[in-house]
């Protein structure tokens, strides 16, 4: 699925779906479920009826009328943050939780491939 | 009326100039791309969630900005409300609010329901994409999660990027 059409040319990836929404919308806008429901299909569809390596669907659903969205904050300014290791929690809650492990059974952090195994903790 | 896309390398390009950065090295992959022929219908394929836009579980520890390369393991019966975003470059308002614009849980799980696709693997996988090296997504995290699909036996892997 992608909503950059120009970087998912770029990537070339097998079979590609473009939907011409905002950024932080490829899988369709927010609790409209109806819609939501038919950008799968789409997509899902695609995986039986492409059969162009490489080429990209361009889904027929449109964000709203005006395409005002597409001139909205066209890269203004310098909003880049610091980058930093230290994890960015949606909230204080967040952080506790994970810091009491309340998730230590499962895989927490699956960075440990090198030595062999896929994530700290069994997962299954 | 129709208007095009967004040109999102040439956007962020002069955006980079204009702010004094070096350019960006954005992938630009020339080959054939890689190609598998589906081998079963839709209806008995196991589908594989890959997602780009930050997800974690509430528990989980969350992703960072520094080429956090890392990915987590969300069980697909997860409830939805448990799920949180954690990611520097996209806006996260809607994606807060229902996950399923970035992480579309619900509705692959309602296509099971329906019949539509055969199922889902245990775990839906999820990183945060923001990551500058494309040599280390390469090297690292794709390989990492390609194991998982493998062993988690996927018939089909769908990407959802922000």
């Avoid at chain 1, 990209?56 to 310098?78: M, N, Q, T, V, Y």
């Avoid at chain 2, 194991?147 to 892997?157: P, V, Y």
Wanted: with cysteine.
């Amino acid at each position: 699925m992608s909503s950059a059409l120009d970087i998912t040319r770029a990537v070339n990836p097998p079979r590609a779906v473009f939907t011409d929404f905002p950024l932080g919308h490829t899988a369709g806008k927010a609790f409209d479920r109806p819609l939501q429901r038919q950008i799968m299909i789409e997509t899902l569809s695609a995986f039986e009826t492409m059969e162009k390596p490489g080429s990209i669907r361009i889904l027929p659903f449109e964000w709203d009328a005006d395409h005002s969205w597409k001139h909205a904050g066209a890269g203004e300014g310098d909003n880049r943050q610091e980058r930093t290791e230290e994890p960015q929690y949606q909230s204080e809650e967040d952080k506790a939780a994970a810091q009491e492990g309340r998730l230590a059974e499962e895989c927490i952090v699956c960075s440990d491939w090198s030595a062999g195994t896929v994530e700290r903790g069994s997962a299954d | 009326m129709a208007e095009a896309p967004v040109e999102y390398i040439a956007r962020i390009t002069r955006q980079y100039a204009k702010l004094g950065y070096k350019p960006y090295g954005w992938v630009y992959n020339t080959d054939a791309s890689p190609w598998q022929p589906v081998r079963k219908p839709l209806a008995q394929s196991r589908v594989a969630l890959i997602a780009s836009g930050g997800i974690y579980r509430q528990g989980q520890i969350a992703f960072h900005s520094k080429d956090d390369t890392s990915f987590r393991l969300i069980p697909t019966d997860v409830h939805t409300e448990e799920l949180r975003t954690a990611h520097f470059a996209y806006d996260q308002t809607d994606a807060r609010k229902d996950p399923n614009v970035v992480f579309p849980i619900d509705t692959l799980r309602g296509l099971v329901q329906e019949g539509f696709i055969g199922g889902l693997t245990q775990h839906a996988f999820t990183f945060m994409g923001g990551i500058y090296s494309s040599r280390r997504v390469r090297e690292e995290l794709a390989p990492a999660i390609t194991g998982r699909l493998a062993a988690e036996r996927a018939d089909l892997a769908l990407l959802v990027p922000v």
